[in-house]
């Protein structure tokens, strides 16, 4: 079965602190994946793609296959980065298109 | 450019009640989605549409049922309100690529607050 699982449902870090927020999944194909953020009372966007190879915000993300995991990283972390962070995967299945997000991770940066 | 528009933003309804969300979309775009946010659960697919006049079940469609009538708009119905529906309804849409390639990105609405009683 597809499945996006994000382990934790809370992370606090300190400001200046590097951030690794967990994403795992299950996808019986080549999956795209994304992370999605959302930011207090704003709507929620994409971050950023595997396949885009790209840092937004200093975030990066390096899709491991062979462990099925996209991994969010940032080596510091500033207080603006506090939001809920949702990992995603797309792909086609049996010639159905699926969308699936994981649970989320509240990512709160103290300062 | 307003992108994806939810209407109405908040509404409490009693158990029984019916309703219906609606999300308009101005990007042209060949896919759209309802999704239901629950605290600890995330977002969990209701229905979705790959084109006008076409939609598909996704995990939870179970009480809901959804039109798409013209491209641009994606309806998401409650015939009997339950209040296992309080939730935070959020419409997304997608463009489908040149020559059908998956562009990937969802382009989601402020969401729809609904709470039933």
């Known amino acids: 079965a597809q499945r996006v699982t994000q382990p934790e449902k809370l992370l606090s870090v300190f400001k200046g602190a590097p951030v690794e927020l967990k994403c795992n999944y299950s996808?019986?194909?080549?999956?795209?994946l994304f992370w999605y953020v959302q930011y207090s009372r704003q709507r929620l966007q994409l971050l950023l793609r595997?396949?885009s190879r790209e840092s937004i915000k200093g975030f990066t993300a390096d899709l491991n296959k062979g462990e099925t995991s996209f991994h969010l990283k940032k080596p510091f972390a500033q207080e603006e980065d506090s939001a809920m962070y949702y990992c995603?995967?797309?792909?086609?299945?049996?010639?159905?298109?699926?969308?699936?997000f994981g649970t989320g991770t509240r990512l709160k940066v103290l300062a | 450019n307003a992108g994806v528009t939810q209407t109405p933003k908040f509404r409490v309804l009693k158990t029984g009640q019916s309703m219906t969300l609606l999300c308009a979309q101005d990007?042209?775009?060949?896919?759209m989605y309802w999704y239901r946010q629950d605290p600890g659960m995330g977002l969990r697919l209701i229905h979705y549409?790959?084109?006008?006049?076409?939609?598909a079940k996704g995990e939870v469609p179970d009480g809901y049922n959804v039109s798409r009538l013209k491209k641009q708009n994606f309806l998401l119905g409650l015939e009997s309100a339950a209040p296992s529906q309080t939730s935070v309804y959020f419409c997304?849409?997608?463009?489908?690529?040149?020559?059908?390639?998956?562009?990937?990105?969802?382009?989601f609405g402020e969401g729809s607050r609904l709470t039933v009683l």
């Open positions: 996808y019986s194909g080549s999956p795209e």
């Open positions: 595997h396949i």
């Open positions: 995603a995967l797309s792909g086609f299945t049996s010639g159905t298109y699926k969308y699936i």
């Open positions: 549409s790959v084109g006008e006049g076409t939609t």
């Open positions: 990007m042209n775009h060949e896919y």
């Open positions: 997304a849409s997608s463009s489908l690529g040149l020559a059908g390639v998956y562009t990937g990105e969802l382009f």
